[in-house]
């Protein structure tokens, strides 16, 4: 498998793992000028904006600790693109959440970080 057919896979054991804890989706891969972002799904109220992140080994660190303030502020760009191009005003409520694939191990960190305007 290429970077691209993983990155694919992981992403599906993501929204079916989000799905079991109530997630509707509603976009993968979602691009615009300003970047892209895994997934986006609602919960409850709440738009989520997700980023997936696989790592086959602890030596490479958690894929919480991918997600660096240069990543948010990207994903943050992205989430503001998204609402802006439907229509959702300032009121839609956002959050940010990160999934980590380790191994075999699956964590969710919801509102992971706050908007980085």
């Not at 979602?30 to 409850?44: K, P, T």
């Not at 005003?89 to 191990?105: A, H, K, L, M, N």
Request: with cysteine.
């Amino acid at each position: 498998m290429n970077k691209r057919e993983t990155g694919a896979h992981y992403e599906e054991v993501a929204v079916e793992y989000l799905k079991q804890r109530g997630y509707h989706l509603l976009k993968k891969n979602y691009r615009c000028r300003q970047g892209e972002v895994d997934l986006i799904c609602r919960d409850g109220k709440y738009l989520v904006f997700i980023e997936v992140k696989y790592r086959t080994s602890p030596r490479q660190g958690s894929g919480f600790a991918a997600v660096d303030a240069k990543k948010q502020r990207r994903i943050s760009r992205v989430a503001a693109y998204y609402l802006l191009e439907n229509q959702m005003g300032d009121e839609t409520p956002c959050r940010f959440d990160v999934v980590s694939i380790d191994g075999q191990q699956i964590s969710l960190i919801k509102n992971a970080f706050d908007y980085c305007g």
